[in-house]
């Protein structure tokens, strides 16, 4: 079982989001770090770039496979996770703390309604595994 933590915003494509005030804390879910296996690079998108939601900004590798990961939110990436440069396995040991991707400002925080909830998140992974 999957850990859905109940205080984020999830999207069909696996991320999560934490609003902080008009910023958004980012990163792939455990469902996604653990399809993916263990993480050997990724690559960030730059501090400053505006980004719309749902475009690709980051790519995390793993021995697997590679996979895109999408904007949940439009904004500008205000902050990266500088850690994952050495150590990308964080994703996999905490993917809900240390392993954030990106702090996005919101552009328009009324997109975080669009994006599930952690009972609407579990049940899409129910419906998902069959």
Known sequence: MEMVPEDLRYSKEHEWVRAEGDEAIMGITDHAQSALGDITFVELPEVGVEVKAPE???????????????????????????????????????????????????????????????????????????
Request: aromatic residues 6%.
């Open 56 to 130: 690709s900004i980051a790519t995390v590798e793993s021995v697997k496979a590679a996979s895109d990961v999408y904007a949940p939110v439009s904004g500008k990436i205000v902050k990266v996770n500088g850690l994952l440069a050495d150590s990308p396995e964080i994703i996999n040991s905490s993917p809900y703390e240390e392993g954030w991707l990106c702090r996005i400002k919101m552009s328009n925080s009324s997109e975080l309604d669009g994006l599930m909830d952690a009972a609407a998140y579990t049940e899409y992974l129910k419906e998902s595994a069959h």
